[in-house]
């Protein structure tokens, strides 16, 4: 029997991060031939993960331009994906989450008839515009996907909700926690050189990380003046703050906290030591999804830089609140995890809903038994 071709597409270094677990995985499977092609949605940050988990591309699209629109990136990963779906034929695409790049490669693969794999399927904030463009991303991958690899049980009732065929859903846990336990180790030792000068035992380091669209402009400045506030009135924290190169983030970024005593404005870290910086932080505050999955893992309170999120299996847990994006918001949320030991200590101990580190066997059992190499259905992932 010949190998199934499975061509795994991504482009931005919260995708890398999340698919290069299974991309391992299934370059170790007797069944499954794995290619990979990447879009470079996402360009430098991209590679370092890449690097980081040795992963070479069989195919790059180098998309990246400065400036660039929805609209731009969207016509070239089609452009783009034309040739390579034509060329390789895959028996699969696996896709992952809910980027441009995730709705325009199910769409070139749909294109050509090509089976669509969606992983961290089924994920809905139930408002259109937030997050944008993600929030239409995910649901229109969805309805192009072939088969639907849910992270949780949450994510399945989406999808059954929207009519899916519950014999194309696998609960699978997040990818997101496999990758997570490959790379935090307590010896490690921070390439950047300002987290090498850390006191983690003396202070109380905060780690900061936003970037979402919806939050450019007037959001973003009322979380910086929040931040300069909490950092004014607490001695004793330090706040790193990883700051994404995009203009609309880093000008508004800059112009509010830099110069800031005990605020660290940095390049944006590589995964790993961004990993094993949340591990050791205090608590986290972030408008990422991949944060809210991560962090439940390590016991950091995460306070959610959003009005919504698709992501409501930690904050129903615990150990995520949603607390909006006003300077009021920002201070009083940190407030209280920084004076109330019990409000943190409620949040460090909640459960992780998220995944044990199995998902990427949980979603290549899945593709076995999609393709029939298996008869029985694989087990799934039923939370903690």
């Not at 069944?31 to 040795?54: I, K, P, Y």
């Not at 940095?266 to 962090?295: C, H, K, T, W």
């Amino acid at each position: 029997m010949s190998k199934i071709k499975i061509l795994s597409i991504f482009g931005t270094r919260p995708e890398a991060i999340k698919m290069a677990p299974l991309v391992l995985e299934l370059k170790k499977s007797k069944w499954f031939s794995s290619r990979v092609a990447v879009t470079g949605q996402h360009r430098e940050m991209l590679d370092q993960v890449l690097d980081q988990f040795q992963i070479t591309p069989d195919y790059d699209l180098d998309i990246m331009r400065q400036g660039q629109t929805l609209f731009d990136t969207t016509i070239r990963v089609l452009q783009g994906l034309e040739d390579v779906l034509g060329r390789e034929r895959p028996q699969m695409v696996l896709v992952h989450g809910d980027t441009t790049t995730t709705f325009a490669a199910a769409l070139a693969a749909f294109y050509y008839r090509i089976p669509v794999g969606h992983v961290e399927a089924g994920l809905r904030s139930f408002s259109r515009y937030f997050p944008f463009p993600e929030e239409i991303n995910r649901c229109l991958t969805g309805v192009l996907a072939d088969v639907h690899f849910a992270p949780t049980k949450d994510a399945r009732e989406n999808l059954l909700r929207e009519g899916i065929d519950p014999q194309h859903i696998f609960v699978t846990g997040n990818t997101a926690i496999d990758a997570l336990f490959m790379t935090v180790r307590p010896d490690y030792e921070f390439m950047e050189p300002a987290l090498k000068e850390l006191d983690f035992a003396q202070q109380r380091v905060i780690v900061v990380e936003t970037h979402r669209r919806e939050n450019w402009g007037a959001p973003m400045a009322a979380i910086c003046e929040g931040i300069r506030s909490i950092v004014r009135k607490h001695q004793d924290i330090i706040v790193v703050f990883p700051v994404h190169p995009n203009p609309a983030v880093k000008s508004v970024v800059y112009r509010h906290l830099q110069g800031e005593t005990r605020v660290l404005l940095l390049s944006p870290l590589a995964y790993s030591d961004f990993a094993n910086l949340m591990s050791r932080a205090y608590l986290i505050l972030s408008d990422s999804g991949g944060v809210q999955e991560e962090a439940p893992s390590l016991g950091k309170p995460v306070l959610v830089l959003r009005d919504v999120t698709e992501r409501p299996e930690a904050v129903a847990a615990g150990t995520v609140a949603v607390i909006g994006t006003t300077k009021e918001a920002v201070v009083s949320a940190l407030d209280r995890l920084l004076l109330e030991q019990d409000s943190y200590e409620a949040m460090a101990r909640a459960r992780n809903p998220y995944g044990d580190g199995q998902a990427s066997r949980r979603i290549a059992a899945g593709l076995e038994y999609y393709f029939k190499i298996h008869p029985k259905r694989p087990e799934e992932f039923v939370g903690n």
